[in-house]
């Protein structure tokens, strides 16, 4: 995450460390500095000389906090150019944009900290939708999951909680599928775990465990790896369809 910093520095070493970073248009840099902010566009305002929070995001989005409050003093959601100069000696920070013009214009006084960070992209994704309504797209296709899987039932109750997609495989073997519409988690392996360990537990039979999701964390992978688990990735749920999903029915006591 942390891929370079600067805690004591010139004015010299901030406008290279800013041009560096902000040329590569891979990580999120942040300033932490007493510094002047000029903005001029649709209208034009001054921050006073204060200490404040400059952050630049890889979409060229800029924006600056105060001490307080959620809001920036000054942001732009979109820049068409960023780049930094020395000034009188001063480091200075430009973000343009020109479809509306504006210009934010962030003079460094005193610099006590910058970062720059590299966010993994993507790692939020999220299947659209519910997941209840994964969980009945799936029931309807669980050919996404594993070819030839036949699903029981769905939501099936136990005591130790209720198993998203109950199945059988192609080869006949018990399945447990746990679903997730965002990047699984080690809770939801151990999660997994219990529910294939109490269904061999009721059913005396081979049960085979299966984790559905966008993505995976390493941890989580390799503690499914260790427990004989299996993962599938799902990224993309078929077209709603108005007939119920078919299967028989398991009552677990």
């Known amino acids: 995450m942390l891929r370079d910093q600067l805690l004591?520095?010139?004015p010299a070493d901030l406008v290279v460390f800013l041009d560096e970073h902000l040329r590569s248009g891979r990580y999120l840099v942040q300033v932490v500095a007493e510094c002047e902010v000029l903005y001029h566009g649709r209208a034009a305002s001054v921050a006073d000389a204060g200490d404040y929070l400059v952050m630049l995001k890889p979409d060229g989005s800029l924006q600056v906090h105060g001490y307080r409050g959620v809001k920036p003093v000054n942001w732009q959601p979109q820049t068409d150019e960023?780049?930094?100069?020395?000034?009188d000696g001063q480091a200075v920070l430009v973000?343009?944009?020109r479809s509306p013009e504006e210009l934010v214009r962030v003079v460094f006084?005193?610099?006590s900290l910058?970062?720059?960070?590299?966010l993994r992209e993507g790692s939020g994704f999220v299947l659209m939708g519910?997941?209840?309504e994964m969980q009945r797209a799936l029931a309807r296709a669980p050919e996404l999951i594993e070819p030839?899987?036949?699903v029981l039932d769905r939501e099936l109750p136990t005591d130790v909680g209720g198993i998203d997609l109950f199945a059988r495989d192609a080869q006949g073997c018990l399945v447990v599928v746990e679903l997730k519409r965002a990047k699984a988690t080690q809770e939801a392996v151990h999660q997994l775990a219990r529910y294939v360990a109490r269904v061999r537990e009721l059913t005396g039979e081979p049960v085979r465990g299966v984790l559905a999701a966008p993505t995976i964390t390493?941890?989580?992978l390799a503690a499914l790896q260790r427990a004989a688990l299996a993962f599938r990735e799902v990224t993309a749920l078929p077209e709603p369809d108005a007939g119920p999903s078919q299967g028989a029915l398991f009552e677990f006591a």
């Open 8 to 10: 004591a520095q010139s």
């Open 82 to 87: 960023v780049w930094a100069t020395l000034e």
């Open 95 to 97: 973000a343009e944009r």
């Open 109 to 111: 006084l005193e610099t």
């Open 114 to 118: 910058v970062q720059a960070l590299e």
């Open 130 to 132: 519910t997941e209840a």
């Open 148 to 150: 030839g899987l036949t």
């Open 218 to 220: 390493k941890p989580a």
